[in-house]
């Protein structure tokens, strides 16, 4: 049984990683807009492990017999005016991801709420390893994106990245 206040956070998180995939989607049409193929697919990749994320958020919520209520996403609203503005937007949005889940641990760890805390574990982890991807592309770009070869390279470097379903599994 989870508190009420754990269950709300929870089911909040299934909106915020639909919003994530969905900004990453956005992302990824700039990019496919742009003729920078490599970049598109990473962020497509990316949009398909955020929905991966909110389906794990329902199938645990479910799992506690808890009710899980789909609320609207967002519009992405992101305007970029150069090829580096979304790898910073990533980068920004995954500190954000994770205030989120750092909050819902905290509130589990508040209620006692261990089995929470042990599900979040694998997020906290991930969370860590997003926002070094994210901060990676930022820094790649600015090394390397002013050269029109060195970009090249990045960006064919980029497309060569494939999906893989989460580590994590619930059944
Ligand atoms: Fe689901 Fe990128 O955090």
Request: aromatic share 14%; proline share 2%.
């Amino acid at each position: 049984m989870l508190s009420e206040k754990v269950k709300d956070l929870l089911n909040a998180q299934v909106n915020a990683e639909f919003y994530s995939a969905y900004l990453y989607l956005d992302f990824s049409n700039y990019y496919k807009d742009e003729g920078l193929d490599g970049y598109s697919n990473w962020y497509y990749i990316q949009a398909q492990e955020e929905r991966d994320h909110a389906m794990l958020f329902i199938q645990y919520l479910q799992q506690n017999g808890e009710k899980v209520t789909l609320e609207a996403i967002d519009k992405p609203d992101k305007k970029f005016s150069s090829f580096k503005d979304p790898l910073e937007a990533g980068a920004e949005h995954e500190r954000h991801v994770t205030a989120l889940i750092h909050n819902i641990y905290a509130a589990a760890y508040e209620e006692k709420d261990f089995r929470t805390m042990q599900f979040l574990d694998w997020f906290v982890k991930e969370q860590a390893e997003e926002e070094d991807n994210a901060d990676d592309n930022v820094k790649k770009y600015e090394l390397f994106g002013s050269d029109m070869r060195s970009l090249y390279e990045l960006d064919s470097e980029l497309a060569t990245r494939v999906y893989a379903a989460p580590s994590l599994t619930l059944d």
